[in-house]
């Protein structure tokens, strides 16, 4: 008897949890620019083989643009340059086309539209919103920024894209704790856009 009730109770334990972790997915996020206006809005949902970002903004410049999930959940306009480097819990290379890439944060490029919209999907492979290795919510949370110019996939740390010019919180607290950006490159001084 002891051991179907041990059985039954595991069983309703591991149900709640999955249903905890549900409750992240889908989270909207909104994106902000350098000034601190509200450009739109990203939904992020966990899928099997990654967090999908459904992105639905106005007011960017046309053309391509890189986007990447950062390490930190701060946006600090006007450079952003608060939510650290791309999120890369494995360590590699940036880079969606590099040998030895990507970090998880490296995303495909988005194309704003001549009306200065964007409305596209993207994933984020591997990544989660579940408490894992790969969640973006990870500690306090991460950000999505969107750059100038469109990520080449290759050059070190960031792919050449330019300054980021929108920015949005991936967190489920609402007070940010300052921290510094790791080091993305240990063997040299360089310099992430």
């Known amino acids: 008897?002891?051991?179907?009730?041990?059985?039954?109770?595991?069983?309703?334990?591991?149900?709640?949890?999955?249903?905890?972790?549900?409750?992240?997915?889908?989270?909207?996020?909104t994106v902000y620019n350098p000034d601190g206006d509200s450009v739109g809005t990203a939904?992020?949902?966990?899928?099997?083989?990654?967090v999908k970002v459904a992105l639905k903004l106005a007011g960017l410049p046309p053309g391509m643009h890189g986007i990447?999930?950062?390490?930190?959940?701060k946006c600090e306009g006007p450079d952003f340059k608060s939510a650290g480097n791309h999120v890369n819990?494995?360590?590699?290379?940036?880079g969606l086309?590099?040998?030895?890439?990507?970090?998880?944060?490296?995303?495909?490029?988005v194309?704003?539209?001549?009306?200065?919209?964007?409305?596209?999907?993207?994933?984020?492979?591997q990544a989660s919103l579940k408490d894992d290795k790969y969640s973006l919510l990870k500690g306090e949370g991460t950000s999505?920024?969107?750059?100038?110019?469109?990520?080449?996939?290759?050059?070190?740390?960031?792919?050449?894209?330019?300054?980021?010019?929108?920015?949005?919180?991936?967190?489920?607290?609402?007070?940010?704790?300052s921290e510094s950006p790791s080091n993305p490159i240990d063997d040299g001084p360089q310099k992430e856009e």
Request: one cysteine or more; glycine letters at 10%.
């Open 1 to 29: 008897m002891m051991k179907v009730l041990g059985s039954f109770l595991l069983s309703i334990i591991m149900f709640l949890t999955a249903c905890t972790d549900n409750t992240r997915s889908p989270m909207e996020i």
């Open 43 to 50: 939904t992020l949902s966990d899928q099997p083989d990654g």
């Open 68 to 73: 990447h999930i950062h390490e930190f959940p």
């Open 89 to 94: 819990p494995d360590s590699k290379l940036h």
């Open 97 to 109: 086309m590099h040998p030895e890439g990507s970090h998880l944060g490296d995303l495909p490029n």
């Open 111 to 125: 194309e704003v539209d001549d009306k200065g919209k964007l409305e596209t999907e993207v994933t984020v492979q």
């Open 144 to 177: 999505l920024v969107i750059t100038e110019g469109q990520d080449d996939g290759m050059t070190q740390p960031s792919g050449n894209s330019g300054a980021r010019i929108a920015c949005g919180q991936i967190t489920l607290k609402e007070d940010d704790k």
